[in-house]
């Protein structure tokens, strides 16, 4: 858990979850049990509210029209940018990139910046953890370039253990990209030690935060990487948003993404300039909702002590891992030391998915499968695990429906 947030408080969950106006409906007849935030956070009524009002009362096209209407849009659309910038602490507001996710992101970085730094031989470091947003974008880099990936070993706990993360690091490492959670274990990794490995070999940093920003308080300043990215509907924000920040320096010498309008300066058939970043990465008519949803995300979190919520999911973790323990049969996967609120699991005799099935006649949503996580798993030695993840509505008593219906699933199932 980042420092910053391992402050308890008193922290009323009733009272956040009914903002959540999904956590009052059933499934198959039970009250239902979210635990896969990890996959995809549900939303409060303050988001899903800002979407409404903003397609009821503030709708146009962004940066085009002269008229009122567009200029309230673009405002708003422009709103949501300082509020991710303020929530990442970004140096300015021109780092931060609005894309449909953090794989748009991770794929635009590969495409620009990859395409144009990254020659045959140069090495790109990632983990075992990472989900395949994070390595298919740089297979294709290396099958485009020639480059070589080197892949980070992780322990049997979920831990990743500096001093074999630096074994991978060498003088032809020009980029290291790596999750900031892990989506599979929860591990948190070390990113400020691996930052400080990366610089030192003169390489940059890319941080898969599609995790991280749920968990842990993050400074791109102070994190020291180069490239940060995450989704918005991870963040209780909407689908079809997500962030790239990025150092200015990178953005202005990376070349577009994609063409058309918006991301010009001049055009003529013989030549074109480009619009300064972000807009030069935000080509065509951008997720304007989307955005503002996003910001409006962010806007409820800040409501909230986020100290308080870091503890109350740090002790939804703890509780999981005791209670999963115990359960006859079942391995945890993932105990890595100061992890996030992600546990996989497997139980003997059982297979993840139809786990999960069973779950499901409980009301307990469960994630089953290789979470887009296949290298890990190979790893790991399993084909696929169970999954809870934990987020600032869940509660011990979810905890105890998880539980309670394993044990009935194992009555079913075994
Ligand atoms: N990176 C990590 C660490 C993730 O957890 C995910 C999504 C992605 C990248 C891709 O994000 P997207 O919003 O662009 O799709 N993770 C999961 C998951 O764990 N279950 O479903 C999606």
């Known amino acids: 858990m980042n420092k910053k947030l391992v402050k308890t408080a008193a922290y009323d969950v009733t009272k956040v979850r009914a903002d959540f106006p999904i956590l009052a409906r059933e499934v198959h007849g039970k009250p239902l049990v979210y635990l896969d935030s990890a996959a995809s956070a549900q939303k409060p009524r303050q988001v899903i509210e800002a979407i409404s009002r903003a397609y009821s009362h503030e709708y146009a096209n962004v940066h085009r ?51 144009s730094f990254i020659k045959a031989g140069d090495e790109i470091v990632l983990t075992a953890v990472e989900h395949h947003s994070n390595i298919v974008p740089w297979q294709l880099l290396r099958d485009a370039t020639g480059c070589v990936l080197r892949i980070a070993p992780v322990a049997v706990n979920g831990s990743i253990d500096i001093q074999e993360f630096a074994k991978v690091i060498g003088p032809k490492t020009k980029l ?44 791109v300043q102070d994190l020291g990487c180069d490239f940060y990215v995450f989704s918005g509907h991870k963040l209780y924000g909407p689908t079809g948003i997500g962030i790239l920040w990025a150092r200015e320096a990178l953005l202005e ?43 409006a995300a962010i806007d409820y979190l800040n409501t909230l002590d ?49 786990l999960a099935t069973v779950l499901d006649r409980s009301g307990v949503c469960v994630r089953a499968g290789h979470h887009c996580a ?41």
């Open 306 to 354: 986020r100290a308080a919520v870091a503890a109350h999911e740090s002790a939804l973790l703890r509780y999981a891992m005791t209670s999963l323990a115990q359960v006859p049969g079942v391995r945890l996967i993932g105990t890595a030391p100061g992890k996030a609120a992600v546990q996989s699991f497997v139980m003997e005799g059982a297979h993840p998915h139809d």
């Open 253 to 295: 010498a990376m070349p577009p993404y994609q063409g058309g309008g918006d991301m010009i300066d001049s055009v003529t058939f013989a030549k074109t300039t480009w619009a300064p970043p972000p807009a030069k990465f935000e080509a065509g008519t951008p997720p304007i909702v989307q955005a503002i949803g996003l910001g």
């Open 65 to 115: 029209g002269a008229y009122y209407l567009s200029e309230t849009a673009t405002t708003a659309y422009e709103a949501a940018r300082e509020k991710v910038r303020r929530f990442i602490n970004a140096a300015r507001l021109k780092e931060v990139v609005f894309t449909k996710g953090a794989t748009e992101a991770i794929n635009l970085v590969a495409a620009t910046w990859g395409r």
């Open 176 to 219: 290291v990209a790596v999750a900031h959670v892990s989506n599979v274990l929860g591990t948190v990794l070390p990113v400020r030690e691996i930052a400080e490995l990366a610089h030192a070999a003169g390489a940059k940093l890319l941080l898969d935060g599609c995790q991280g920003i749920v968990h842990e308080y993050v400074d």
């Open 374 to 414: 296949q290298p890990l798993m190979e790893i790991l030695g399993v084909n696929a695990t169970t999954r809870a993840s934990f987020a600032l509505y869940n509660t011990m008593g979810e905890v105890d429906a998880l539980i309670a219906a394993l044990r009935k699933a194992q009555e079913v199932l075994l």
